[in-house]
């Protein structure tokens, strides 16, 4: 993993989410209306709150909505964290022309939750990707 580099904005939407949550994050990052946390392994709990108290408490505050990914240092877990709760079948990663690229398999009914709505849930995968395991493409594939 590189050195990540944040913007002001960002350092102060994570100040602001450790204050309301108590759970500690490694990264965030904001596409279109979305933001997404990327928290240390193990703070999934602190960071949604009794009843998702905490997690709506950060959605107000923020005024987007908000995603909860937990980190792992497992780069296969990492890539199934990104899509939580969606029930990722398969992990592949290989190389093609100096480039690393994840193939992940889901059912047909997951595809569209895997990429969100106007492919926003994808592109912040893609993003976390690249910053902490250099992964250069996200393929998403329906199983046969």
């Known amino acids: 993993m590189g050195k990540i580099r944040l913007s002001n904005e960002e350092i102060k939407y994570i100040t602001l989410f450790e204050t309301l949550t108590g759970a500690i994050v490694k990264d965030c990052v904001s596409v279109q209306n979305m933001m997404a946390f990327l928290i240390k ?13 905490n997690i709506g408490k950060v959605r107000n505050a923020i005024g987007k909505s908000v995603i909860v ?19 990722i079948k398969k992990v592949e990663i290989s190389k093609e022309d100096e480039e690393r690229i994840v ?42």
């Open 69 to 87: 990914m937990e980190f792992s240092d497992n780069i296969e877990n990492f890539i199934k964290n990104l899509f939580h709760p969606v029930r």
């Open 103 to 144: 193939n992940v398999e889901v059912n047909k009914p997951d595809r569209k939750k895997v990429i969100g709505h106007d492919g926003v849930r994808i592109k912040i995968a893609k993003k976390l990707a690249k910053r902490h395991y250099n992964i250069d493409n996200i393929n998403v594939n329906v199983s046969r």
């Open 41 to 53: 392994k193990g703070d999934m709990g602190l960071a949604i709150g009794k009843n998702g108290s």
